[in-house]
């Protein structure tokens, strides 16, 4: 190996530490040391990839880049984005049971019910969601719903789009649903419905940047599942602030299995319905 070419390979601790506080920065995300092959990997790719002759290049390019393409590139590298349609379904049996029940008391049929996903990986929870709704929800007719759904990774966002899904995305949807609502493909994958697509708006956000989020207002339900466990205890509470802000009094947030809100912030009420504990914003602010 040539010594230029062993050099772009070398991140040292000093680098590591360096690009680990940048990145969680702009991001709120936080590699901790356990991740450093997985950060190291990545980096050299990006090194590789924009021709850079070593990391301290490359970190340069990076933060004074002005278009913020390298960023991007970076985030999307970086992010995880494993999913599959009907996850954690015991909270979209809380939804159409429970929560979207209660949503509705205080609104007129006809009248506006907005849902926001975040973060939207692939496209399976928000479209989860629709098809939930459709084959779920008695009065689905009966009011506007609006699914939004967001994830700071353009590259998953542009696959949610497409639409186009493995074998293993769509093995928990049950049978009719699968052959309702999908097209089977020559190569084995599954196509979703252009009008369930149509049906989601989605958006490049950063729920640790209120730039991002202060356009998301009057949100009645928030699916916000398995991300808040990368993130440290500060963007946390960033993060449930931003949520906070974007629900309209009683509405509320489902996290994943593994998170606790009440371990983030004192803002939400605890609810416990038959299908699922979720948290919802006070009708009475109690900041």
Same mark, same amino acid.
């Given at each position: ?28 995300? =936080? ?14 790719? #990006? ?8 990391? #301290? ?15 991007? &590139? ?22 159409? !049971? ?72 769509? &093995? !928990? ?17 599954? #196509? ?32 916000? #599942? !398995? ?12 993060? &449930? ?27 939400? !009420? ?9 948290? =919802? ?7």
């Amino acid at each position: 190996m040539k010594a230029a070419a062993m050099e772009r390979q070398l991140i040292t601790e000093a680098d590591f530490e360096k690009f680990r506080e940048y990145f969680y920065r702009k991001t709120g995300i =936080q590699f901790d040391s356990g991740k450093r092959y997985f950060v190291d990997k990545r980096l050299v790719e #990006r090194i590789e990839a924009t021709g850079s002759d070593n990391f #301290r290049d490359y970190f340069i390019k990076l933060r004074f880049e002005a278009s913020g393409q390298e960023m991007q &590139a970076l985030v999307n590298c970086m992010t995880v984005n494993e999913t599959y349609f009907f996850r954690e379904n015991y909270q979209f049996d809380c939804m159409v !049971n429970h929560m979207l029940d209660e949503l509705t008391q205080t609104k007129r049929p006809g009248s506006r019910i907005r849902i926001w996903s975040i973060p939207s990986s692939t496209g399976e929870e928000p479209y989860s969601i629709a098809i939930y709704l459709l084959e779920r929800w008695a009065k689905i007719d009966q009011y506007d719903v609006e699914i939004l759904s967001s994830d700071i990774d353009t590259t998953v966002l542009d696959a949610a789009q497409r639409a186009i899904y493995s074998p293993r995305s769509v &093995a !928990n949807l049950p049978k009719p649903y699968l052959q309702k609502y999908f097209k089977a493909q020559l190569d084995g994958d599954f #196509r979703l419905s252009r009008d369930i697509v149509d049906a989601v708006e989605f958006s490049r956000v950063n729920l640790s940047d209120p730039m991002d989020t202060r356009r998301f207002r009057d949100i009645d339900l928030i699916f916000c #599942r !398995n991300l808040l466990i990368y993130f440290d205890d500060l963007s946390r509470r960033v993060a &449930a602030e931003a949520m906070f802000d974007a629900l309209r009094p009683g509405g509320f947030v489902c996290l994943g299995h593994s998170e606790s809100m009440s371990r983030i912030s004192s803002l939400f !009420n605890i609810r416990r319905f038959p299908d699922a504990m979720v948290y =919802q914003k006070p009708l009475e602010e109690k900041r």
